[in-house]
């Protein structure tokens, strides 16, 4: 099996590994406050989930403080 380079887009997948980095960084902020930390690995995101990931790991990380998201 040949591997290939192409990027395919997989949009059940990015929900998931967006979730998985909201979890992780709704944690450290409650730990640390840390925002330059948050900040930087939410522009680190966007970089690899496209346009648009800050504001839905935004939105997953609102509904975690909220009690919505499990």
């Known amino acids: 099996m040949a591997y290939s380079r192409k990027n395919i ?3 059940s997948d ?7 980095e909201a979890r992780e960084l709704y ?3 409650e730990g640390s406050k840390n925002r330059d930390l ?10 690899i989930y496209g ?5 839905r790991i935004r939105a997953f990380m609102k509904q975690m ?6």
């Open 51 to 55: 346009i648009g990931a800050r504001d």
């Open 65 to 70: 403080q909220d009690g919505t998201l499990l």
């Open 27 to 29: 944690r450290n902020w």
């Open 38 to 47: 948050i900040r930087a690995r939410l522009e680190r995101a966007e970089r």
């Open 9 to 11: 887009s997989n949009e």
């Open 14 to 20: 990015r929900v998931i590994l967006e979730q998985a």
